[in-house]
């Protein structure tokens, strides 16, 4: 699945990538730490956590459609973030679940973490046009 899987440019510019596993039959995606996310010193900066977050959101939700045969193109109603806590210099994870996949509209929510599945950094939830 991941190798169907083209992350957006955005995405790839902060080494976003598939790490190739799936939880739930949504791609987990990662981003190393480096100066491409670095915000304050040896930590995440909160813009790329939620980049991470949009791009997992987007490729659960990919995932899904692709499954159901659907091809239209999203564009984004409202993504909300709640970090909850700081993100150190260590690789992040984040994977993405359907919540609800209408005609027209989905409702995805997100979750990041690193060492430890159990402790997200952050999580979203994302409300999405399909058209």
Do not use: C
């Not at 977050?53 to 990919?62: N, T």
């Not at 109603?77 to 359907?98: E, P």
Request: net charge positive.
């Amino acid at each position: 699945m991941a190798d169907a899987l083209e992350l957006p440019a955005y995405a790839r510019s902060l080494g976003i990538v598939t790490t190739g596993e799936v939880e739930g039959g949504m791609p987990v995606l990662s981003v190393d730490f480096g100066p491409m996310v670095e915000g304050r010193p040896q930590h995440f900066h909160g813009g790329a956590t939620a980049g991470l977050l949009e791009a997992a959101g987007y490729a659960a939700l990919g995932a899904a459609l692709r499954a159901a045969g659907r091809d239209p193109q999203l564009k984004p109603i409202n993504i909300t973030v709640q970090y909850l806590a700081a993100g150190k210099s260590r690789a992040s994870f984040a994977v993405g679940r359907i919540t609800r996949l209408g005609r027209r509209n989905a409702n995805v929510t997100v979750e990041a973490w690193q060492d430890d599945r159990s402790r997200p950094i952050a999580t979203a939830v994302m409300n999405i046009l399909m058209v």
